[in-house]
């Protein structure tokens, strides 16, 4: 690794830090604003309230309170919560689901761009169906597909186990058992829905028709040289870019996979979190979400930058 | 006016010779819009509209979706469902507008700290997903259509406001710039006509089309999850979708799903029509 590389590495590495003390300075402002007292928002937060005024805070000035709680993230105290695990600590609830959601999110974004890579390899330059129907299914918010898929899937095995061609199929999981095929669908429809697939097609498809009328591809081809290493190499850049900018979409989408699918995950508690209004579990989690979002633009750019040498002194 | 007349002249440029599919995307949103207004006025009754003898039929004059399997009319409870999202979706691409196109007009013209500081806000809350912001907000704030629309209007003005921005960051200096400055064209006018309005005007007709229909992709989603979204009886497309849940393919399924998806799918091809593929 060289200076500039780990320069430009290191001041992306500050500002993501940086980003990240805006996002919470900016969530605690979310609980100043509130009207009245926050603890009168919660149901039964009367009961609490000596506990919850020392965990927030309420006694001092924002940016004391801000300053308290930045403290605290420092050694992970996330703080306690309130109404969804009352008394629990919000980082000790979140360790294992945050893991397991963010393993999701970073499964969708690793098949979005390979889908819409492949997808772009074949249509890049000629009319072709299949963007058409990679689009027509792509717009479909991420909720809609589930429930075609999960009404197909349910109408078909109930037909089939009716006319005796079926015992109850192994993959008919309940709610609360774990299951192989809910998982991955949830990954297949994180990278497809919500027109995920639409996106990274499209901008991998511009990169590849830009790429493959340049000078270097031109000459490559006069020589007689296999053209695809020139083009995979220069891909890499603009692939990490739309990696970087899809990367937060699909953090947000796996609440919504998560909770359709009944899978357990830090998006799925993020909803109960809102339901139930236990701030400091729906806190934790946006700053995890940010984290993660942070990490991915941070290891994008660090692969743009290794790709690209002309983009490592632009950290 | 002089900002307005510029705006306007883009936008029409913009739309000039439009695509079949823009086309039909567009009239599809007239009818969505037309419906949420005026649904309202058949007096159809809300929660009293139960009515056993009429469950899960077809389609027939009375009803021209048929029935879900309470004998409630789907057709009149879809053109309902629209106000879900309409109202509110217009007030967050409003509160997203409002918040984002300003402060992209000030990060690329003023440059230097002012720009680093409003750079640095607008990464801060587009660090956070927009959902997961959402949601934050419905927690301190509790569900409704108008925490959702502010939710979504905050979460919809970072990437306004980093188009916005960044146009004008490269227009900044520009011949017709310079010379708007130099016929006396006052700063106000030269930002808000030439550079915001006649420059970026299709970009921003663009997010703001897609602010929309990430709302309608919002509402029906929290509506079909429950309990953040709108409850029975109140219609919406997201909730009359769930509520026929297990009782096979019908009618009151699919026309609510085909619904959401040519909204959705009619707010991508508009905005298609503000493009630089379509503008030549």
């Given at each position: 690794?060289?200076?500039?590389?780990?320069?430009?590495?290191?001041?992306?590495?500050?500002?993501?830090?940086?980003?990240?003390?805006?996002?919470?300075?900016?969530?605690?402002?979310?609980?100043?604003?509130?009207?009245?007292?926050?603890?009168?928002?919660?149901?039964?937060?009367?009961?609490?309230?000596?506990?919850?005024?020392?965990?927030?805070?309420?006694?001092?000035?924002?940016?004391?309170?801000?300053?308290?709680?930045?403290?605290?993230?420092?050694?992970?105290?996330?703080?306690?919560?309130?109404?969804?695990?009352?008394?629990?600590?919000?980082?000790?609830?979140?360790?294992?689901?945050?893991?397991?959601?963010?393993?999701?999110?970073?499964?969708?974004?690793?098949?979005?761009?390979?889908?819409g890579?492949?997808?772009a390899?074949?249509t890049a330059?000629?009319?072709?169906?299949?963007r058409t129907?990679a689009l027509?299914?792509s717009i479909?918010?991420?909720?809609?597909?589930?429930?075609?898929?999960?009404?197909?899937?349910?109408?078909?095995?109930?037909?089939?186990?009716?006319?005796?061609?079926?015992?109850?199929?192994?993959?008919?999981?309940?709610?609360?058992?774990?299951?192989?095929?809910?998982?991955?669908?949830?990954?297949?429809?994180?990278?497809?829905?919500?027109s995920?697939?639409h996106e990274t097609h499209a901008q991998a498809e511009e990169a590849l028709l830009r790429?493959?009328?340049?000078?270097?591809?031109?000459?490559?081809?006069?020589?007689?040289?296999?053209?695809?290493?020139?083009?995979?190499?220069?891909?890499?850049?603009p692939?990490?870019a739309t990696?970087?900018e899809?990367?937060?979409?699909?953090?947000?989408?796996?609440?919504?996979?998560?909770?359709?699918?009944?899978?357990?995950?830090?998006?799925?508690?993020?909803?109960?979190?809102?339901?139930?209004?236990?701030?400091?579990?729906?806190?934790?989690?946006?700053?995890?979400?940010?984290?993660?979002?942070?990490?991915?633009?941070?290891?994008?750019?660090?692969?743009?930058?290794?790709?690209?040498?002309?983009?490592?002194?632009?950290? | 006016?002089?900002?307005?007349?510029?705006t306007?002249a883009a936008l029409a440029a913009a739309l000039r010779r439009p695509p079949i599919t823009g086309v039909i995307a567009v009239?599809?949103l007239?009818?969505?819009?037309?419906?949420?207004?005026?649904?309202?006025?058949?007096?159809?009754?809300?929660?009293?509209?139960?009515?056993?003898?009429?469950?899960?039929?077809?389609?027939?004059?009375?009803?021209?979706?048929?029935?879900?399997?309470?004998?409630?009319?789907?057709?009149?409870?879809?053109?309902?469902?629209?106000?879900?999202?309409?109202?509110?979706?217009?007030?967050?691409?409003?509160?997203?507008?409002?918040?984002?196109?300003?402060?992209?007009?000030?990060?690329?013209?003023?440059?230097?700290?002012?720009?680093?500081?409003?750079?640095?806000?607008?990464?801060?809350?587009?660090?956070?997903?927009?959902?997961?912001?959402?949601?934050?907000?419905?927690?301190?704030?509790?569900?409704?259509?108008?925490?959702?629309?502010?939710?979504?209007?905050?979460?919809g003005?970072?990437a306004l406001?980093e188009a916005v921005?960044t146009r004008?960051?490269a227009?900044?200096?520009?011949?017709?710039?310079?010379?708007?400055?130099?016929?006396?064209?006052?700063?106000?006018?030269?930002?808000?006509?030439?550079?915001v309005g006649a420059a970026t005007g299709p970009t921003i007709a663009r997010l703001l089309l897609a602010t929309f229909g990430g709302?309608?992709?919002?509402?029906?989603?929290?509506?079909?999850?429950?309990?953040?979204?709108?409850?029975?009886?109140?219609?919406?497309?997201?909730?009359?979708?769930?509520?026929?849940?297990?009782?096979?393919?019908?009618?009151?399924?699919?026309?609510?799903?085909?619904?959401?998806?040519?909204?959705v799918g009619a707010t991508t091809e508009a905005g298609k029509l503000f493009t630089e593929r379509h503008r030549g």
């Amino acid at each position: 690794m060289n200076f500039a590389l780990a320069r430009a590495v290191l001041v992306r590495c500050l500002a993501m830090l940086s980003t990240l003390a805006g996002a919470t300075a900016l969530s605690l402002l979310l609980l100043v604003l509130a009207p009245g007292d926050p603890i009168d928002l919660i149901p039964g937060g009367e009961a609490l309230r000596p506990q919850l005024e020392a965990q927030w805070g309420l006694d001092r000035a924002p940016a004391q309170r801000y300053w308290h709680y930045a403290r605290r993230v420092a050694v992970l105290d996330l703080g306690s919560s309130v109404s969804y695990r009352p008394g629990q600590p919000v980082f000790g609830l979140l360790a294992g689901p945050a893991t397991r959601t963010a393993a999701r999110v970073l499964a969708a974004l690793a098949c979005a761009v390979v889908w819409g890579t492949a997808l772009a390899w074949w249509t890049a330059g000629r009319r072709s169906f299949l963007r058409t129907a990679a689009l027509a299914v792509s717009i479909a918010p991420v909720f809609l597909l589930a429930h075609g898929f999960v009404m197909a899937a349910n109408e078909g095995a109930f037909a089939a186990m009716q006319s005796g061609w079926l015992e109850r199929p192994s993959w008919f999981a309940l709610p609360d058992e774990p299951s192989p095929l809910r998982t991955t669908l949830s990954i297949v429809l994180l990278a497809v829905g919500s027109s995920a697939l639409h996106e990274t097609h499209a901008q991998a498809e511009e990169a590849l028709l830009r790429i493959r009328s340049s000078v270097y591809v031109d000459a490559a081809r006069a020589r007689g040289a296999p053209v695809w290493p020139h083009i995979a190499r220069n891909l890499i850049a603009p692939l990490a870019a739309t990696t970087a900018e899809r990367a937060a979409f699909l953090t947000g989408g796996v609440v919504i996979v998560e909770k359709v699918l009944l899978l357990n995950g830090a998006g799925a508690m993020l909803w109960e979190a809102a339901r139930l209004r236990d701030y400091d579990l729906a806190l934790g989690i946006a700053l995890l979400a940010a984290l993660l979002v942070g990490t991915v633009r941070l290891a994008a750019d660090a692969t743009r930058a290794l790709a690209d040498p002309r983009l490592r002194g632009r950290a | 006016m002089s900002a307005l007349r510029v705006t306007a002249a883009a936008l029409a440029a913009a739309l000039r010779r439009p695509p079949i599919t823009g086309v039909i995307a567009v009239l599809i949103l007239l009818a969505v819009v037309l419906a949420a207004a005026l649904s309202p006025l058949g007096g159809y009754p809300i929660g009293a509209d139960v009515d056993p003898a009429s469950a899960s039929q077809g389609p027939s004059a009375a009803h021209w979706l048929g029935t879900d399997h309470l004998g409630r009319d789907v057709a009149w409870r879809l053109a309902l469902g629209s106000r879900a999202f309409v109202g509110p979706g217009a007030v967050a691409c409003l509160i997203a507008a409002a918040l984002g196109i300003p402060l992209g007009a000030v990060a690329g013209f003023a440059g230097g700290g002012v720009a680093g500081t409003v750079r640095f806000l607008i990464g801060s809350v587009a660090s956070v997903p927009r959902l997961v912001l959402i949601l934050l907000i419905c927690t301190v704030y509790g569900a409704g259509p108008l925490q959702l629309a502010v939710g979504a209007g905050i979460a919809g003005a970072p990437a306004l406001a980093e188009a916005v921005g960044t146009r004008i960051e490269a227009l900044r200096s520009a011949d017709f710039v310079l010379a708007s400055r130099a016929h006396g064209v006052t700063l106000p006018n030269l930002l808000l006509g030439h550079l915001v309005g006649a420059a970026t005007g299709p970009t921003i007709a663009r997010l703001l089309l897609a602010t929309f229909g990430g709302f309608v992709i919002l509402e029906s989603t929290l509506s079909y999850i429950g309990g953040l979204g709108v409850p029975e009886p109140n219609p919406s497309w997201g909730n009359m979708l769930v509520f026929d849940w297990g009782r096979g393919v019908s009618l009151s399924v699919i026309a609510p799903a085909l619904a959401i998806w040519l909204t959705v799918g009619a707010t991508t091809e508009a905005g298609k029509l503000f493009t630089e593929r379509h503008r030549g």
